[in-house]
């Protein structure tokens, strides 16, 4: 039974560009969460798909996307890249009627 | 809004001894609780969770966890440490407001297993 999976692994960037990070659910898991954990803190909340929309939204700005696919793969896009944006991504994936998030093994972002 | 306190960003035991990890929550409705590991250059792991069954919550590789409601607290033990403990520890609460489940970390725990 596979996991969730993340790509690509490893990112580089530079300020002011765009990125997008890909992320594959557990198996029969249809909802999806995105996570920032910046250098020795703890995951801050995204946002959340389920059924191809967004459901929740934590404090992050705009420029931070996001999308599901029917398959229930989902995409995070970040525009216009800061130094800040520097951080480790996660990618969750749970079933809806249950509370236990599956972590993938994260998209560490380097922005230059 | 949810939120939780992990005290204490690093703590060091000695391989056998006892280990407890602290952590309080602030909850206007009955929280859902969650311990995940993380290893170096890796995603999180689930360890245990409290889903108001139970008040004591038993995990993987021995860890267990319990509720207290009067104390706020939810906390991490594990009787004897093994050196494969030595990771990051974080606690979460679960907001499922609006349908969602969203995770609401501490800023996480610093484990030293030392010979």
């Known amino acids: 039974d596979a996991g969730v999976t993340q790509s690509p692994t490893h990112l580089i960037k530079t300020r002011g560009q765009q990125v997008t990070l ?29 059924e191809e929309e967004e459901r929740q939204r934590g404090n992050f700005p705009d420029r931070f996307s996001g999308h599901q696919f029917p398959n229930y793969s989902s995409e995070l896009n970040v525009n216009a890249l800061l130094l800040g944006d520097s951080a480790l991504y996660l990618c969750a994936s749970s079933l809806t009627s249950y509370n236990e998030q599956y972590f993938g093994p994260g998209t560490r972002l380097t922005v230059t | 809004a949810q939120s939780v306190t992990q005290l204490g960003s690093h703590v060091s035991v000695s391989e056998g001894a006892l280990v407890l990890l602290r952590c309080n929550y602030s909850s206007s409705v009955p929280p859902y609780l969650f311990w ?48 494969s403990d030595a990771a990051e520890y974080f606690c979460a609460v679960s907001d499922r407001m609006g349908g969602g489940n969203k995770l609401t970390f501490g800023t996480g725990t610093q484990l030293k297993v030392e010979l």
């Open chain 1, 22 to 50: 890909r992320c594959s659910p557990k198996s029969g898991h249809d909802t999806v969460s995105w996570y920032q954990q910046a250098l020795g803190q703890g995951p801050q909340f995204i946002f959340q798909y389920y």
């Open chain 2, 36 to 83: 995940y590991v993380q290893y170096p250059n890796q995603g999180l792991q689930l360890l245990l969770k409290y889903t108001s069954a139970a008040t004591l919550v038993k995990g993987i590789n021995g860890f267990e966890a319990e509720f207290k409601k009067s104390e706020t607290s939810f906390h991490l033990t594990k009787p004897s440490a093994h050196m």
